[in-house]
């Protein structure tokens, strides 16, 4: 089939408002949207600024009146509790509407915070949708973070409640959630009024007089008054969540979303990117704290009637690289979602696809990939072992949704390798010089979006409209700036070289090294520090910290090293995936002091370099080499 992507963009081009306001029937609206797109709204602009809806009622309710109540709407999937289960959708809309007027209860109204600290369990779920039901801003914090970084966003999100489960399970180990919550809150400013705890039978959580609740004690005597809360009118433009996100900083970015722009840009890409029908199951390999299990776990399976999947378990290791195939062939998978971390790690397990073969994933069509660069071998690789399309996408946390991919939806295009293929309908993709010039078709740019961003991206930082436009909108005046940089070819195929900042992408997972070299300054004996992002085999991209340590410590290195790794792991958390730090004498920099990340990283990476014009001595360079080989790097 030829594909209708080339009409379908350039009808967006020719009159972008037409073309929300039909994708925005998708919706079901309390009052449908009168006027499209507000230039002079916000920061940058609103979508739907007059319309109201609720996001709970068009991922349940209308569903459950429509007649698919008995269809699942959740499959738990968890090779870590040996189990599987299932909700329908009126299972789900009861346990909702219930846990809704369980957060009512405790004074949680609209507008309010609450914050998630939760592992891939459909309770994760299930206190979402119930914060969007009555109009709650729900803020989901990675499990995989430390005390600090739930603290800090603690007091940036001011949540009225939390919302935790008493551990999070992992291959070797089961994590104790609720001390880390615990010593975040008290860490914290910002103190939440209650905090809900879902206990798990691995591991039950001391809860602290006044202030913890039983979750499924607060459910039990809700259910047995019959207490259910409805679903609140909220505006299009109210936030739906905040989404913290790693910037340049140790200060993570809280990427704001709103209700309306988001529905109907999700609703647009199931159909016309992903091509999944309602009914079909599709499966986001991801987690509930990052915006890909945002947007793809949580919201929009469901919002179109499809089924999703919660899992709870590697790709790897539970119990082994046929994990994937067991559970698409087990519940009929029809799209998987996933980051290239993950195939590389099946990969290397299970090169010739044995594991594959044991299984009948015949429903299976296609395998997304997205969060990080899917390498040219990896991708033919999997194409060639699992004979399905491979297909790459680009986005951000910022964006909400894919800006550049193969829309599947509207008939395949062409694959080109190393390419997430060509921006979806909304997404005006230039690639500027530093001046702000388009360069040629093929040359290395930085990759902006043309102003407005179309539904579904962020329309501001949660109450910070000031870095909203210092981080994105003042580089390049007129549009935002996505911080890749990449090429867009003659036929429009975009390429993505990596990150024009100081952030590195670690099995799929975004992390700020500027944020890890705060943290190891604190360290007494460390007079300077540069944190890069060294090539990994399976992760893409691991973080490696060089450390000059101050005058006169006379300290074993090594053991200030190994102080090093475990500051990052207890103040950033084990997602950081800090394993290296190496002492040195001297870090390479320019005349003006700053320090050559970008060479120290082609150093490491083994890849060729010029010596930098400004360089203040070019013997340093030869210093971090050294240092590397040392350990065999
Ligand atoms: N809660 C607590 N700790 C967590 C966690 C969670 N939810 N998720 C991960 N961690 C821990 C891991 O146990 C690991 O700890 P360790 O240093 O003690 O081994 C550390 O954080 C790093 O995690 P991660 O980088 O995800 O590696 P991993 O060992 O868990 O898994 C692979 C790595 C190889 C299995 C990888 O292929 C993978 O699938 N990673 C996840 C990719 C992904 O889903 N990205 C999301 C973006 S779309
Ligand atoms: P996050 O906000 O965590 O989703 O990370 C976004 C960043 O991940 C982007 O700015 C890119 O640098 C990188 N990224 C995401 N998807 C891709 C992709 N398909 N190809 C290359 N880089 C990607």
Redesign the pocket.
Same mark, same amino acid.
């Given at each position: 089939m030829a594909s209708r992507y080339a009409e379908v963009y350039a009808r967006w081009q020719a009159d972008p408002e037409a073309f929300w306001e039909e994708a925005a029937r998708a919706v079901e609206w309390m009052a449908p949207p009168a006027r499209i797109f507000h230039a002079d709204a916000g920061v940058h602009g609103r979508w739907f600024p007059d319309a109201t809806l609720n996001a709970c009622f068009n991922l349940l309710d209308r569903h459950v009146r429509d007649g698919r109540g008995q269809q699942v709407a959740i499959i738990h999937d968890s090779p870590l509790q040996g189990f599987s289960k299932c909700l329908t959708y009126a299972e789900v809309l009861h346990e909702v509407e219930t846990l809704a007027a369980v957060f009512v209860a405790h004074g949680v109204t609209k507008g309010d915070r609450v914050l998630l600290y939760m592992?891939m369990v459909p309770e994760a779920l299930i206190g979402m949708y119930a914060c969007a039901r009555i109009g709650a801003i729900h803020s989901v914090v990675?499990?995989?973070f430390a005390a600090k970084e739930l603290a800090t966003r603690i007091d940036d999100a001011a949540p009225k409640m939390v919302l935790a489960a008493s551990c999070?399970l992992?291959p070797n180990r089961v994590?104790a959630y609720k001390p880390l919550l615990d010593a975040a809150i008290a860490l914290a400013t910002h103190k939440p009024d209650a905090v809900l705890v879902l206990q798990r039978l691995q591991l039950e959580a001391s809860l602290v007089e006044g202030r913890d609740l039983d979750w499924a004690h607060e459910v039990a005597a809700a259910k047995r008054e019959g207490r259910v809360a409805g679903c609140v009118e909220m505006q299009a433009t109210d936030p739906l969540y905040i989404l913290y996100t790693s910037g340049t900083t140790g200060v993570p970015k809280g990427v704001v979303r709103d209700t309306g722009g988001y529905l109907v840009a999700l609703a647009w890409s199931m159909r016309g990117l992903y091509d999944i029908a309602p009914g079909e199951v599709f499966w986001t !390999?991801?987690?509930v704290g990052?915006v890909?299990g945002h947007s793809y776990i949580v919201y929009a399976p469901l919002l179109i009637g499809a089924t999703t999947l919660v899992y709870e378990g590697?790709?790897?290791g539970t119990p082994d690289a046929g994990a994937f195939w067991r559970v698409c062939a087990e519940h009929k998978v029809v799209s998987l979602f996933?980051?290239p971390?993950?195939l590389r790690?099946i990969k290397k397990d299970d090169p010739g696809g044995v594991h594959f073969e044991k299984h009948n994933t015949s429903p299976l069509r296609a395998l997304f990939l !997205?969060?990080e660069r899917a390498d040219a071998n990896t991708v033919d690789w999997a194409r060639d072992t699992y004979g399905l399309p491979i297909i790459d996408h680009w986005w951000q946390t910022e964006t909400g949704w894919a800006i550049a991919g193969n829309p599947v939806g509207l008939g395949m295009l062409p694959i080109k390798p190393g390419s997430p293929t060509v921006p979806m309908p909304g997404f005006a993709l230039e690639a500027l010089d530093d001046a702000g010039n388009p360069v040629p078709p093929g040359t290395m740019g930085s990759l902006v979006i043309k102003l407005p961003m179309p539904p579904g991206c962020l329309p501001t930082l949660w109450k910070n409209d000031a870095r909203m436009r210092d981080s994105y909108l003042t580089a390049f005046p007129g549009s935002y700036n996505t911080s890749d940089s990449g090429a867009i070819d003659a036929d429009g195929y975009v390429f993505i070289l990596g990150r024009t900042d100081d952030i590195i992408n670690?099995?799929?997972?975004r992390l700020s090294t500027g944020g890890m070299e705060e943290v190891l300054a604190g360290h007494p004996d460390v007079a300077e520090c540069a944190v890069i992002g060294m090539k990994d085999a399976?992760?893409g991209e691991a973080p490696c910290g060089f450390l000059v340590l101050k005058a006169g410590v006379m300290r074993d290195h090594g053991a200030i090293e190994a102080e090093a790794v475990s500051m990052i792991r207890d103040a950033i958390g084990?997602?950081a995936?800090f394993k290296l730090a190496i002492a040195v004498d001297r870090l390479p920099k320019t005349r003006s002091g700053k320090i050559l990340r970008g060479t120290m990283k082609k150093i490491a990476d083994h890849d060729a370099y010029a010596m930098p014009a400004t360089i203040e001595d070019p013997a340093t360079l030869d210093t971090i080499a050294a240092a590397l080989r040392g350990r065999g790097l």
């Open positions: 592992p990675f499990g995989g999070g992992e994590i !390999a991801s987690d990052w890909v590697k790709p790897i996933t980051a971390t993950a790690a !997205a969060g670690c099995a799929g997972h399976i992760k084990p997602v995936s």
